[in-house]
């Protein structure tokens, strides 16, 4: 073992060790709030979600039956029953105190003063005994419970959210935001970064210059001048300021130039030869593009496209800003942000809604993932 690991090597030991502990920090979050939002609510507050599958325990308080439920017992008298436990589960131990909820053991008996003496078992049934009668006037003796409350999972959190918070009509309208805001700028860079990459004309290297620059601009400096030059076309046009075509254009401009960047170095590292064959035959720069340059850039266009939807669909700022709080066009992170100023307490639904945020992420992630290497490593390798 220890020579396999000295063949390995210490830098390749630290990068597998660097990344399983990535793994770790990405799966441990995730699956806290995958279990989470399947618990039942009165667990959520009692215990954490690594507790789920082992149960959880929780202190309460419970009346005995008063001295006028007590019948003789050769020289003793007795109060029996049976303790309803509010939401079920089976009795750890009792007290008599509310500071030592768990003094003794269920099914044990717990000698009190005055000849008195209490039993209560794990099902709830007990047995309170004395040597002699009950006071008439006494209260009914008040015991504190630890009670063990098995599992319970339940798909009650997903239907409130889905059914009745919003989120559904939020989901679809998260869809109609990404999806356009991710294809659009990519048809534009694809098509900007050829021009860019493989043909000349005057003003190419400004232009070059312009993107590069427009890629350092802070998104938050931008976006007020961009909505107040939308809004101003849009009165001339007679279209409303608040419109998912207003979104699409935001994100593409936001979008755009580290698109084109990204996209023209790709095309500029493939081979020159064959752009140069394709002239010869008489292509033109259109059938290139399509025929050639776009299947040689697939592995590109999936990676930029994996960062563009998981951006546009996390976004919150520019889509309350160019969409609106309007119940008709919220976004999913909207709706989310809403209910963590309303519901602040209620994890049930909070986790439910967060696990419906990331549903649609993950399957773009692991449906792409293998672009998203190729495109990562294309040009970083040279072929023989």
């Known amino acids: 073992m220890i020579g396999t690991l000295g063949r390995i090597g210490p830098a390749r030991i630290f990068v597998h060790a660097a990344v399983l502990l990535i793994v770790l920090l990405w799966l441990l979050p995730t699956l806290g709030i995958f279990v989470t939002a399947l618990r039942d609510k009165d667990q959520i507050v009692v215990s954490g979600w690594w507790t789920a599958f082992a149960g959880s325990s929780r202190t309460t308080a419970a009346r005995l039956d008063g001295p006028d439920k007590a019948k003789p017992d050769g020289a003793n008298f007795v109060i029996s029953g049976k303790l309803d436990v509010e939401g079920g589960g089976k009795i750890q131990s009792y007290g008599l105190r509310v500071q030592e909820p768990a003094a003794?053991?269920?099914?044990?008996?717990?000698?009190?003063?005055?000849g008195e003496a209490l039993t209560i078992n794990a099902d709830g049934s007990y047995r309170y005994q004395k040597n002699g009668a009950f006071e008439a006037d006494a209260r009914a003796k008040r015991v504190y419970l630890t009670v063990a409350t098995p599992p319970q999972f339940t798909l009650d959190n997903y239907r409130s959210v889905l059914g009745g918070e919003g989120i559904g009509q939020s989901f679809i309208n998260s869809l109609t935001v990404t999806i356009p805001a991710t294809v659009i700028p990519i048809l534009i860079a694809a098509f900007a970064a050829y021009a860019l990459a493989w043909m000349e004309f005057p003003?190419?290297?400004l232009l070059i210059a312009l993107v590069v620059g427009l890629i350092v601009v802070p998104l938050q400096m931008s976006l007020i001048p961009l909505l107040r030059i939308y809004n101003e076309i849009g009165q001339i046009f007679g279209v409303p300021s608040k419109t998912y075509p207003?979104?699409?254009l935001a994100h593409t401009a936001f979008g755009l130039p580290l698109a084109i960047y990204l996209l023209r170095n790709y095309i500029a590292g493939l081979p020159k030869e064959i752009i140069e064959s394709a002239r010869v035959d008489g292509a033109s720069d259109f059938d290139i593009f399509v025929k050639i340059i776009l299947p040689l850039s697939f592995p590109a266009l999936a990676s930029f496209a994996i960062f563009q939807f998981?951006?546009?669909?996390?976004?919150?700022?520019?889509?309350m800003v160019f969409l609106g709080t309007d119940k008709d066009h919220l976004v999913l992170t909207a709706a989310l942000n809403a209910l963590l100023g309303s519901r602040g307490g209620n994890w049930e639904i909070l986790t439910a809604?967060?696990?419906v945020t990331i549903i649609i992420p993950l399957l773009v992630f692991f449906g792409l993932q293998r672009y998203l290497v190729r495109g990562l490593l294309a040009g970083s390798v040279k072929g023989g």
């Open 353 to 355: 809604s967060a696990f």
């Open 203 to 205: 003003g190419r290297a």
């Open 104 to 114: 003794y053991k269920a099914g044990t008996a717990a000698e009190l003063d005055n």
């Open 310 to 319: 998981l951006w546009v669909w996390n976004d919150l700022l520019i889509a």
């Open 246 to 248: 207003g979104i699409w």
